[in-house]
């Protein structure tokens, strides 16, 4: 079946512009998550959605990010006023929320680079 | 939940056996230990999930000894293609939910 999915594949912007990116999870499952990887480091996580609800929005770094997930399915992390130490691959991932152990399926990520 | 500690990086050749350890010595009851592999511009993807003893699949094996401070990933014969990064990650078993602590992974290059 189809994977998770991530929209657009790379983006550039410039430094003080807002950015969408794009997260379609697999169909069924309600736990998305969205994490943050820099360069020769591993992912960061940022926001957890169950459902509809941010329930853990702890790892956002700043009130420029923003994260929604209105129908409780596709999400979108919103970045206002973008700056360069912004630039990063933005992951998604979607698993079924039934125990802690519950296997992440990733998605290829967008590269966000911010000049 | 517990910190986990595994080596940078480590070199191998085709056909040959790779072992990569991992310490968590603050491993609680009902924490799991699983690895996840990513590969250069794509997401992390699950290898392989244990709580004791051994386990293994199609892709690997984990190894984890009786007090489970420890553990390693075994992957048998290497290709070119199993070159990437390679996170060992606890999990909570009640943590629905929670989200996943990668530490900085290790880097495993195959060469011919």
């Known amino acids: 079946g189809a994977g998770v999915s991530q929209t657009p594949s790379n983006k550039v912007t410039e430094k003080g512009k807002y950015v969408e990116l794009r997260c379609d999870p697999i169909?069924?499952?309600?736990?998305l998550y969205w994490y943050r990887q820099s360069l020769g480091q591993g992912p960061e996580f940022l926001i957890y959605?169950?459902?509809?609800?941010?329930?853990?929005d702890s790892g956002l770094p700043n009130d420029r990010f923003f994260a929604v997930r209105p129908e409780g399915s596709v999400s979108t992390l919103k970045i206002q006023r973008t700056e360069r130490g912004d630039s990063a691959v933005y992951l998604c991932?979607?698993?079924?929320?039934?125990?802690?152990?519950?296997?992440?399926?990733f998605g290829p990520g967008t590269r966000l680079t911010v000049l | 939940l517990a910190k986990t500690t595994q080596p940078i990086s480590m070199d191998s050749y085709e056909g040959q056996e790779v072992n990569i350890t991992c310490s968590h010595n603050?491993?609680?009851?009902?924490?799991?230990i699983t690895w996840y592999q990513q590969f250069p511009s794509q997401g992390p993807r699950f290898i392989i999930q244990g709580y004791k003893t051994k386990v293994t699949n199609e892709v690997a094996s984990l190894f984890i000894p009786a007090d489970r401070k420890s553990s390693t990933l075994s992957l048998p014969r290497v290709s070119l293609s199993d070159t990437a990064v390679y996170y060992c990650l606890v999990v909570g078993l009640n943590n629905a939910g929670n989200m996943l602590t990668f530490g900085g992974g290790t880097r495993l290059m195959v060469k011919p």
């Open positions: 959605f169950q459902g509809t609800g941010a329930a853990d």
């Open positions: 991932a979607s698993s079924l929320p039934t125990s802690g152990t519950d296997t992440q399926y």
């Open positions: 603050n491993i609680a009851t009902n924490d799991y």
């Open positions: 169909s069924g499952h309600t736990a």
